[in-house]
């Protein structure tokens, strides 16, 4: 508390460059705050502990409240003109309705709960908070409105968690059926980061000194924060599954020559100087490690059978619908249907193909069945994204190419989809990343069984028998049931406490099942950009 | 296509007879189009012949009974306000407006003698004798060498596949002759003669329009249509591209749609004006049309009173 009066004295003693120092000072420190609030929403930081010798609680409240201080000073001293800034008249009506919100929840938080007063009292009480807040924000000139409501709002928090009416091991029996309840782990984090947010917002409205600039300066934070916090999410998932992962990976992983197992490359017999059991195996009585093979080979083929289905037929189509169709009641309907295609839960593709290709298949799940299922699947984002693709190729290309009497084909062939590919090819990323992850089609279509032995690897290019007589080719492998990652991830999860007399470790057993499969399906995406930034290059940097 | 005239039907160049004066919207009389003001006589060969052309977008009437002959081998410059409907006449020249799906033409436009609006005419073999360049220049994404050569290519005029690689029969030298060529006669090619095979779309906007017109040379016509070629280009790029034509004149017929009247007089050997409403109004000498108009509409046009 004393370091936020000094803040706040020298705030009006000092000049405008040091004032802006100070107001970048409040911007980082909420970006600090957000961070922290992040790390304990997932647990990276615990509340009970300390941090910095300080308990977290009580560090976070002291920087909340700190940062309440400093941004109402920077609306008061910008007020009576200690600062030179250049505010507008009014902080607007959306600075109050999102100044309003949060008092309102705390309003009538403290009147039903801390008071006791009931619920309607409580959503009185929460009305007429928002609404001051409201006026306060709306009423007076925008460096007041827009420090003030969110600096007290910053302040009462933080002198909650400092005063520990919050502390690690409050909590809010909310008295449901479902026993619900708001916990310290949770709300402390919340409150946190969107406090944080408030402040971030406030003191670089301050730091831009109010008015167009202050506005600017405001919105860059939040989108900046908004972009930085999606990457971060991302990243947090990814390195969630990949530290759960590993351990079940690595799980009896050996290097040296002859330790793998023997692997024929064109009829050329290869002995991988790498095991990783977890990756080389099925699941045996006798195995020293369990793996999960069958799945991975399973998708990876289930993506190339649909992607070698869906696309050509899909990019015939797009082509058929932007160049040869006339626009029209066909087309429009055509693109309904498409529409309504990609957005059919997944369920009901797999139904389909239960109840109509297995029938047609050897009258039992199989490799082909889940492939053609997933290319179904696949076609509509085909079709809509290459038809994008196609429509935006711009028309001077091919009035140019039929200007010099090539034919419609031809113009198509040179001109058309190699400046659409790109866009195609962006779609089939796109598809991609959806079916590989699919589940409930597998399920109904392709899926052997919970636990797959290494001999229900499909082999599908050494499974093609060549005969002399009609239809001349078979491949019993393609109407084999075998596994996909999805699915066996499912079936681990469903499979219960009776997974490890099976697997060994289960639960390792199932992270490890997730982290291939992130990682295969994050390889498809790599293969298709690198495809993608080829064919770009090649339009424009040849 | 006339937002502020309305013209009666019957207001067609081909029939001027006694009818009343049509009047405009703002009541100014429009005076009627007369057949001598069109009747351009001139020496040598007619390369194409247009005929009573009548064009319609839908319900819009924006080409009324055009008829013009284009001598062999000079500059035909089409000038006329936005609108007037040059460029759907130019687009005609080469059926382009096929393109269109709710054009729909009448008339008779003959190159040679011959006939092209019929059956049986071969679009491929017509629009590789009538060429074209745009408006915006558009080469496509691909190399300088590959966008000269990708007419020929597609007429099977040149083959460098893979096949043909493999089987010694490639064309390759014939094809970066006739890239050089194209280039030289587009006079383009000492400025990328180091990069052909760079991407088209990095050249700068006149060298873009130059390399369209090398690009409309390489399928060797006979006729080349310009539509406003020069429009999108600075004052340097211009006079590059009018020197380029005044060049092409010698061995090509040109016909160029142009909004700068200016270039019009300096290139052309002969004007056409068109005027709001589709109507071809003047038709002559480029020296006689702009100096000595017969139509007193096309003179307040061209002096700038209107359009």
């Not at chain 1, 099942?513 to 498809?524: C, D, G, I, M």
């Not at chain 2, 020496?43 to 062999?72: C, F, N, Q, T, W």
Request: proline fraction near 5%; charged fraction near 15%; aromatic fraction near 8%.
């Amino acid at each position: 508390m004393a370091g936020a009066g000094r803040t706040d004295t020298r705030l009006v003693e000092s000049e405008t460059t040091e004032t802006d120092a100070v107001a970048g000072v409040a911007v980082g420190l909420s970006a600090v705050l957000f961070a922290l609030a992040v790390a304990a929403l997932f647990e990276r930081v615990s509340l009970t502990g300390s941090l910095f010798g300080v308990p977290t609680v009580t560090l976070l409240g002291g920087l909340l409240t700190a940062l309440g201080v400093a941004v109402i000073a920077f609306g008061v001293g910008s007020r009576f003109g200690y600062v030179e800034t250049n505010p507008d008249p009014s902080a607007g009506l959306i600075a109050g309705f999102g100044a309003a919100v949060p008092w309102v929840l705390i309003g009538g938080s403290v009147a039903s709960q801390t008071l006791g007063l009931g619920v309607g009292v409580g959503a009185v009480a929460g009305v007429a908070t928002g609404a001051v807040a409201f006026a306060a924000s709306v009423l007076p000139r925008e460096d007041l409105g827009s420090t003030v409501p969110l600096g007290a709002l910053l302040g009462v928090t933080g002198l909650v968690f400092l005063t520990g009416v919050i502390g690690p091991t409050w909590v809010w029996e909310l008295g449901w059926a479902q026993q619900a309840a708001v916990t310290a782990e949770f709300l402390i984090p919340v409150s946190t980061l969107f406090s944080a947010l408030y402040g971030g917002w406030a003191s670089a409205k301050a730091y831009g000194g109010f008015g167009a600039r202050g506005r600017h300066m405001g919105a860059y934070v939040l989108v900046y924060v908004n972009a930085l916090s999606i990457v971060a999410f991302l990243f947090i998932l990814v390195a969630f599954v990949v530290v759960q992962g590993i351990p079940g990976l690595l799980n009896g992983t050996e290097f040296g020559f002859g330790t793998g197992p023997t692997t024929s490359v064109f009829g050329v017999s290869v002995a991988l100087p790498v095991s990783v059991p977890f990756l080389m195996n099925g699941v045996a009585l006798f195995n020293d490690f369990q793996g999960v093979l069958p799945a991975i080979v399973g998708t990876v083929w289930l993506v190339v059978g649909a992607v070698v289905l869906a696309v050509p037929l899909g990019v015939g189509a797009a082509l058929f619908l932007t160049e040869y169709a006339d626009r029209g009641r066909f087309t429009q309907v055509v693109e309904v249907a498409t529409n309504g295609l990609w957005s059919t839960p997944s369920i009901v593709f797999g139904l389909f193909g239960f109840a109509f290709l297995i029938p047609r298949f050897g009258n039992g799940k199989s490799l082909l069945s889940g492939m053609i299922t997933l290319g179904f699947m696949l076609l509509p984002l085909v079709v809509i994204t290459s038809r994008e693709a196609m429509l935006s190729v711009p028309d001077e290309y091919r009035d140019a190419s039929a200007a010099l009497g090539v034919s419609k084909w031809q113009t198509i062939r040179s001109v058309v989809l190699p400046a659409a590919l790109p866009g195609v090819v962006t779609g089939v990323i796109l598809g991609v990343g959806r079916i590989a992850g699919e589940t409930a089609p597998i399920l109904l279509t392709m899926a052997g069984g919970t636990f797959v032995p290494g001999s229900q690897t499909a082999d599908v290019i050494g499974g093609f028998q060549f005969t002399s007589a009609p239809p001349f080719v078979a491949n019993p492998e393609l109407l084999q049931a075998t596994s996909a990652l999805p699915y066996q991830l499912y079936a681990l999860i469903t499979a219960g406490v009776g997974a490890s007399s099976n697997v060994g470790n289960a639960d390792e057993f199932r992270w490890a099942t997730a982290l291939v499969l992130l990682v295969v399906v994050l390889s498809f995406y790599a293969i298709g950009i690198a495809t993608r930034y080829y064919f770009r290059r090649r339009l424009k940097h040849t | 296509m006339s937002e502020n005239t309305t013209t009666t039907p019957q207001t067609q160049t081909a029939q001027t007879d006694a009818d009343p004066s049509p009047t405009t919207t703002t009541g100014e009389t429009v005076e009627q189009t007369r057949d001598e003001w069109t009747d351009y006589e001139f020496r040598g060969e007619a390369k194409m012949a247009v005929e009573d052309l009548d064009v319609h977008y839908g319900d819009d009437h924006a080409l009324k009974g055009v008829s013009m002959e284009i001598p062999e081998e000079s500059v035909t410059a089409l000038i006329g306000p936005s609108g007037c409907g040059k460029s759907t006449y130019l687009r005609c020249l080469n059926r382009m407006n096929d393109r269109v799906s709710s054009a729909r033409i009448d008339g008779s436009v003959k190159l040679d003698g011959r006939e092209i609006y019929q059956d049986g005419v071969n679009l491929v073999e017509l629009r590789k004798r009538v060429g074209m360049v745009f408006q915006s220049p558009n080469p496509f994404p691909k190399t300088i060498r590959e966008n000269i050569a990708y007419g020929p290519k597609k007429h099977g005029d040149l083959d460098t596949g893979l096949l043909a690689r493999l089987l010694n029969r490639s064309d390759a030298d014939e094809r970066d002759d006739l890239v050089e060529r194209c280039l030289r006669d587009a006079a383009l090619w000492d400025e990328v003669s180091d990069r052909l095979d760079d991407n088209a779309l990095g050249l700068s906007g006149g060298q873009q329009q130059r390399l369209c017109i090398a690009r409309c040379l390489s399928v060797d016509p006979e006729v080349i249509l310009m539509d406003e070629p020069a429009s999108a280009l600075d004052p340097i790029a211009t006079a590059k591209i009018e020197d380029l034509i005044d060049d092409l004149s010698e061995e090509y017929t040109v016909v160029i749609v142009t909004h700068n009247m200016q270039q019009a007089a300096r290139i052309s050997d002969q004007t056409a004006v068109f005027l709001t409403g589709g109507e071809l109004v003047e038709y002559g000498d480029t020296d006689q049309v702009f100096e000595n108009p017969h139509s007193e509409r096309v003179e307040d046009y061209i002096t700038g009173k209107f359009g």
